[in-house]
């Protein structure tokens, strides 16, 4: 039997990054499905413009596409220590901030359960931001 001596390589991925992922994950589920019955509860409760009520549901559906692909260029980034799907994640956070901005002041009718659950999302999109830099700052300081 032969035993071999391994180099231990040091371990980059963040785990507070990780986390914030997942917890984003689960509460974007719980956003959107409350955005979505918002929408569908001021349909009927309220009047809408034409085309307005077909626009909040286009940006909401547009923001979970970009939602999902932003989560998973962030966990593959962090899980492998990549610097460019990290970035990338970061970029296609500021598509989801704007849309979050939109649904927290500019959509038609915005009720105070709207500005709650959209300055939490806010609060966890800055929070992932910051651990986005320190993690792609990281890998890329380690690896060039």
């Known amino acids: 039997m032969v035993l071999r001596k391994v180099n231990s390589a ?3 991925s963040s ?3 990780q986390i914030v992922y997942y917890f984003n994950m ?3 589920s719980f956003y959107f499905l409350a955005t979505l019955l918002m929408i569908i509860y001021k349909s009927q409760a309220f009047s809408f413009p034409d085309g307005n009520l077909a626009f909040d549901l286009i940006l909401l ?6 939602e999902m692909m932003r989560l998973y260029l962030g966990f593959k980034g962090n899980l492998t220590e990549e610097t460019v799907p990290i970035v990338t994640s970061m ?3 500021i598509g989801s901030l704007m849309l979050c901005l939109y649904f927290l002041m500019w959509q038609t009718y915005v009720l105070k359960v709207d500005v709650i659950i959209n ?3 806010l609060v966890t999109y800055g929070l992932e931001g ?3 830099i320190i993690a792609a ?3 890329a300081r380690f690896y060039t």
Do not use: E, G, N
């Open 15 to 17: 785990i507070p990054l």
């Open 61 to 66: 559906i547009l923001m979970v596409i970009l």
């Open 26 to 28: 689960f509460y974007y």
């Open 10 to 12: 040091a371990v980059l």
């Open 119 to 121: 300055v939490i999302l």
């Open 137 to 139: 700052s990281a890998f």
């Open 91 to 93: 970029v296609l956070t």
């Open 130 to 132: 910051m651990l986005d």
